[in-house]
Structures are given as structure tokens and as C-alpha cells.
């Protein structure tokens, strides 16, 4: 889905419009990075209100969904590492194993998928979640994870080989 012509438009009238078109496709990429629809939706959510904060700054209106793109990814990593800590912090305050998650939904194959993804590089995940679960070229992850194009095609190598040797059968690259 491309962008709306944002030309002119206020910063009500532009957010409003970004978030009608876009808005479940920020939350999607935000729930496959950090695992967690609640936590994705207040990310985007925080995404949102910020690019509205600054619409006034903003240099080119048109370029408003690659912000609103590279600010959810940027804010999920900061979701991620906040979880990191406070998980530290809880597994020294406890004596024995706490699981927060309740039982998986959905079948083993995508619980194993999950699983592997896990186990990546972050970069790793992020390039391989956009270019497969979101279907987006190289160009679009290069521009929402700021790196280069090359850098895109070297994650998404050793991604897709990590991927292979932790599922085997279960991981077809369908590029």
C-alpha cells in the first residue's frame, strides 16, 4: 500500500490519514519483533503521537511512513532491551522460574518458528521478519533499519542459514 499524499495537509490530518492506511501493518511489523500484540500496539501507538508532535519538523510530509517505519523498529528494539532488563531484574529476585507466557496459540510448526527466531541476531530477525512475514524488498528494509542494501542481504543470508540449521525441513526461504 503506498503513502498518501500528505502534501499540505496538517499534522491531524496527516496522522489521521497514515494511521487509517497504515496503522495494522506498523503493528504487525512491531508483534513480530516484539513478540507481543499489547506491547506492539503501544509502540506504534508512541510512534504515532510522536511523528504528530513534530509534524511541524518534519522536512518531507511524504516521507512520513518511512519515519513512522524506522520509529517502530527503533521503538520495539528499546521494547525488547527494556524487557531484557527488567527480566534480569526479576530472575535475581526470585527463587525459582517464573513463566510469564501462558500457553502457546497456534501449531508447533509456527511456535517453532518463533522459537528460532529467538535465537537470532536482532538485526537478523528484524531483516528476516520484514523481508518474509511483511513481504517488503530490500530497499524498504535498508531504508526502515537504516542500513545498507548489501548489509540487508548479508543479515538475511546468515538469518536464513541460522533458520535452516535450527528448523531443518521446517524453514523454506521462499525467495
Not at 511524504?62 to 521503538?75: F, I, M, T
Not at 524488498?137 to 535452516?164: F, N, P, W
Request: aromatic share 6%; no cysteine; glycine share 8%.
Amino acid at each position: 500500500m503506498s503513502a498518501p499524499d500528505l502534501s499540505g495537509a496538517g499534522a491531524d490530518e496527516a496522522v489521521e490519514q497514515l494511521y487509517a492506511a497504515h496503522w495494522r501493518q506498523l503493528v504487525r511489523l512491531s508483534a513480530l519483533l516484539v513478540h507481543d500484540q499489547a506491547a506492539a500496539e503501544d509502540v506504534v501507538q508512541d510512534a504515532f503521537v510522536a511523528m504528530h508532535g513534530k509534524w511541524a519538523r518534519l522536512r518531507d510530509p511524504d516521507k512520513a511512513l518511512a519515519y513512522l517505519r524506522q520509529a517502530v523498529v527503533n521503538r520495539s528494539r528499546s521494547a525488547l532491551r527494556h524487557r531484557a532488563v527488567v527480566e534480569r531484574h526479576v530472575r535475581r529476585g526470585t527463587l525459582g522460574d517464573v513463566t510469564v507466557e501462558g500457553p502457546s496459540v497456534g501449531g508447533a510448526r509456527r511456535d517453532a518458528v518463533k522459537e528460532a527466531l529467538r535465537r537470532l541476531s536482532d538485526r537478523q530477525r528484524e531483516v528476516l521478519v520484514l523481508r518474509y512475514y511483511l513481504d517488503w524488498s530490500e530497499a524498504q528494509i535498508a531504508d526502515a533499519l537504516g542500513i545498507s542494501r548489501g548489509s540487508v542481504k548479508a543479515h538475511a543470508h546468515r538469518g536464513g542459514a541460522a533458520m535452516r540449521e535450527l528448523l531443518g525441513d521446517w524453514w523454506e526461504d521462499p525467495s
